[in-house]
């Protein structure tokens, strides 16, 4: 069965996945930042982070809390890069003979966007891509890829993706009660969504750089592999005899 899409080019994504890393750090970067400052809330009391006072405390509040201002710009721009790496990835798919794939570069970014759908798809599209960018499978088809297997990372990354983002809704929920008891649960979830976010985004970096390497190692060894050279010339064949040519001479009979 052919792909639902045609794609004759191959593109390296070594470009891509390095701007989608540079992003990423970013968002690491700052989630630890946030993690520490909802650390810093659970150990002192709110009072300690007072605009009118004045000390470490207050320096590490307003340093920190530029983090809230730019985390979220950050992260948009994370997400539309890794996108476009996820479009390109899927798009690599068919020049390098990948067969009877479920998803298309299109679907690949799209399913992101479907309510529900979207806590299964994705992860089904990046196992998709992990498997079919195989460099040791040459007849990469449905049935070889269900026997290649998915590396368990892969599941751990999903895992913590989804947990991430329950974690933010709970966080956001309590951040927005005020001075409620429940809101005094904000601090220790702010902690736990940013540290699950923080190695979400790791594992996510590991597996572009995985399957960039995976691809580039396809793509060399199916289209740039040198071709068979003929058989050298066998020496060990037995000479035919050479053609003996005989001239016949008529004897004309001598006059007397």
Known sequence: M?????????RPLTAITYSSL????????????????????????????????????????????????????????????????SYR???NLA????RNLEFSPVSAVAWWFVPFVNFVYP???????????????INNNRETRRLSGTPDLLGVW??????????T??????????????????PSFLVLSQLVRATAAVLVMWSMIEITRRQEKRFRKLILAPATPPDPPSFDEPTPEP??????VELLPQQQ
């Open 22 to 85: 540079t992003c990423f750090t970013l968002v690491i970067v700052m989630s630890l930042m946030l993690a520490a400052l909802g650390l810093a809330y659970v150990i002192y009391n709110e009072d300690a982070f007072s605009p009118d006072r004045s000390g470490p405390l207050a320096i590490l509040f307003y340093g920190f809390s530029l983090a809230f201002r730019f985390e979220p710009v950050t992260r948009v721009i994370a997400v539309v890069i890794y996108l476009i790496w």
């Open 158 to 167: 999903w895992a913590a993706f989804i947990l991430s983002v329950f974690l």
């Open 2 to 10: 052919a792909n639902s899409f045609k794609n004759r080019t191959y």
């Open 169 to 186: 809704v709970i966080s956001n929920a309590l951040s927005g009660l005020g001075q409620s008891k429940e809101s005094l649960w904000f």
């Open 123 to 137: 992860f089904q599209i990046m196992r998709e891509v992990w498997q079919a960018s195989d460099p040791e499978i």
């Open 243 to 248: 053609v003996v040519q005989t001239e016949v």
């Open 89 to 91: 990835a899927f798009n």
């Open 95 to 98: 020049p390098l003979r990948a």
